[in-house]
């Protein structure tokens, strides 16, 4: 990945990180830089090239490990099917014991 005046260099930047990357400097001298729309296939070791000013260019490599979501988001989505048919079913049986119990009592008055 290659960087010009806090902007891409998309020249100097592999064809997959065009559009995904965004560098945001801080006034101290670090840079921060993001990378978006991250794939297993970003996995990997990635060699940094910052230009500032006329100086020689500096290079940072990093290991950059990528995993996939945790499943929590598909135990909401569980959970959420289990609420939609067991409150349902409650109400239902709620209904029948009422209404059995009402039936019980108009034999019983007779």
Request: proline share 4%.
């Amino acid at each position: 990945m290659g960087f010009h005046r806090c902007k891409d260099a998309l020249d100097l930047q592999a064809e997959r990180f065009h559009g995904r990357t965004k560098v945001f400097p801080e006034k101290n001298g670090n840079v921060s830089l993001q990378l978006r729309d991250v794939t297993l296939n970003d996995t990997g070791t990635y060699h940094v090239y910052l230009f500032y000013h006329n100086c020689k260019p500096i290079e940072r490599t990093f290991r950059l490990t990528v995993t996939e979501k945790p499943a929590e988001r598909n135990s909401e989505v569980k959970g959420r099917w289990i609420a939609a048919v067991i409150v349902p079913v409650l109400i239902l049986v709620g209904i029948i014991i009422y209404y059995l119990k009402r039936r019980q009592e108009e034999e019983n008055r007779r």
